[in-house]
């Protein structure tokens, strides 16, 4: 269930997120950002597993006993009870996995409306929904 004024946590997120400064893997990544905006919008947190590079982040999937970026969303939606819904119906706060070669072979992002916003290495970006490949319903 959505927090009382989550709205208002969540843009705070995403005004944050344009001030954050240099990409971190762990503090401020595709992770964090998505972590960040699901603790604003729901009042809990979700993931509390601490990295500072691929390679440890690389080492929390294989503890989870998942084998990449998306089998531990997948596995943490489950355990969360966010429920996969279809691409054209997330709507603002919903959480999106975008296929992307770099790093851990995808990519987290948040829906900010009919696109989503993703925080990369190369700095944020916003993309049409469409071209990402999963949804989960944030409440």
Known sequence: MRVENWESKFQEVLTNLLYKGEFKHGKNDCVSFVIESIEAITGKKVFNKK???????????????????????????KDNNFKEIDISRT???????????????????????????FNWQDGITIIEKEKCIKGWRIE
């Open 51 to 77: 990295y500072k590079n691929l390679k440890e982040a690389r080492k929390i999937i294989k503890n989870y006993k998942q084998t990449s970026l998306l089998t531990i969303a997948l596995q943490i939606a």
């Open 91 to 117: 709507q603002r706060g919903d959480v999106l996995y975008y296929v992307d070669k770099r790093d851990l072979d995808g990519t987290l992002g948040v829906c900010i409306g009919e696109k989503v916003m």
